[in-house]
């Protein structure tokens, strides 16, 4: 294991610390809703999300409690997303990091609620006090988390995703549906550490900047894993693209072609952070790892 | 029509049109969202909860354009919860304020991602600095809100509706479920206008209260439209708990036992709001209007 790798492994252990912590013990008759929330939120996963909230939150000097309790929030949110995804009337995939999928190890009504609670649950997080001490701080985290993950952002670009099957996208399309798609939760990710640490306006856009380039590297390297990885290691079927003859960025720009692209990107990204110096080591090593990866 | 029913009927024109901007035209290959999330907050409705949002929000001076923002948050999500409580795998209806239900109108997939889009939609209305000036108003709005439509709220309360199924509840048990699946969320309804009212601890405690009896009231008064009312009337199918052989208010008490209840915690409901004077007269009209309604 690299010393990024250690690192990132480090931070999924307290981010899975907070989001135990926030998601509680569940009781009562109706307590296989939280036993479904803590299965798809505690299950795994490199929890590169909330690496990026903190690693961003690391540049201003922002506590480490917010910052993994954003982290948290934005990682339920993501959570939330996958479960619904991989809905039968969506997805409809059975596999998800390596076991059953909600609705599968549940059933469709809980793991319909699950999601809707873990969404909900973030709001709740965000707009505590312990967030931050500061309203305006928590007010403007509810905002932007609200604006990348709504019909502008992550939802819809899933609906886009989903009325595509029936159209034939091109670069530029497909780029707009993976911003929506993914490219917007992992901006406010980076985007939290600079609203938690009031960073100026051009600390803002560096940030902004950067994730804009990982998002796509991200999801680039996402679709040449459905073409080239294999589904025990990814810990999801893989080749579901081709077989759905759904347009990719490899399908588009072949897999030598996305691969540069990713590649490129990756570098641009890192490119972005020089302002900040040495403290953004970590974030550049994510956007070297987001395009290595091999799951 | 009765002068509360006129102005029930002005409120919930002046909520359509907040609701009709804040929507605004769906645009794009997905914009099926938009118009999904448009035909399930649009298509009528008493408007009850946001009618409770203005009427509160009044005792304290509230702006009306603040309280018609926090009216509209909570209504998408009223909405949102009715169209995951009618998908295939929930309730199962076809039926729905006398039109087809989200799903049947589009397909579950629109469905669920229109509710998720409405649910998070409230989140960033109310976060945003238009809602009021003050970010701690903002903030509370978003905790209060995702409290009572979370885990330990409506989604918990729905989620206990359907393990009832298999158990045999007792009147307290009822009363927990629905203070949870319905109970939450006009109780938050009706501290909304405390809350951007910046009202005393006192007048809270008093709306919580007033919100409790009435949440209750409600609650009664709809499982007696179940058994007495008429489909048409009513806007979706009735019998459905009878059928289903559903433990509910009217089949612990009986049809008058449940309708003396309601009267009762109607009568209590508005001795609750003595303090607030003639200022509280609309709510109280609502209490007594919660259980004579028709449908």
């Known amino acids: 294991m690299s010393d990024f790798e250690q690192r990132l492994s480090d931070n999924a252990a307290a981010v899975n610390d907070v989001l135990d912590d926030l998601l509680g013990i569940a009781e009562g008759p109706e307590k296989v809703l939280g036993e479904a929330m803590r299965y798809s939120s505690l299950g795994g996963g490199k929890r590169v999300r909330p690496f990026l909230v903190t690693a961003s939150s690391a540049l201003f000097n922002v506590a480490e409690r917010a910052a993994l309790r954003v982290a948290a929030a934005v990682e339920m949110v993501h959570c939330y997303s996958l479960i619904h995804d991989d809905l039968p009337a969506m997805d409809d995939d059975d596999l998800r990091r390596g076991r059953p999928t909600c609705h599968v190890e549940y059933d469709e ?55 595509a099957e029936d159209h034939e996208l091109g670069v530029a399309e497909i780029t707009r549906l993976q911003r929506m798609k993914t490219g917007e939760l992992i901006a406010i990710s980076c985007e939290a550490g600079g609203i938690l640490g009031k960073a100026s306006e051009h600390a803002r856009n560096t940030l902004h900047a950067y994730a804009h380039d990982i998002g796509l590297a991200f999801q680039i390297a996402d679709d040449l894993l459905d073409v080239e990885g294999d589904a025990d ?44 110096g040495d403290d953004a080591e970590p974030l550049r090593q994510m956007a070297h790892f987001i395009v290595h990866r091999s799951s």
């Open 109 to 163: 009504a809980t793991a319909i609620l699950a999601g809707d609670a873990l969404l909900t649950k973030a709001f709740e997080v965000l707009a505590e006090d312990d967030t931050h001490q500061d309203a305006k701080v928590r007010a403007e985290l509810c905002l932007a988390l609200a604006k990348a993950a709504g019909d502008h952002g992550m939802v819809g670009g899933q609906m886009l995703d989903l009325v």
């Open 233 to 276: 290691e990814v810990g999801k079927k893989t080749g579901k693209d081709a077989e759905s003859g759904k347009a990719t960025f490899v399908s588009l720009l072949g897999v030598e072609g996305a691969r540069e692209q990713a590649k490129m990107l990756s570098e641009q990204a890192a490119s972005h952070l020089e302002v900040f």
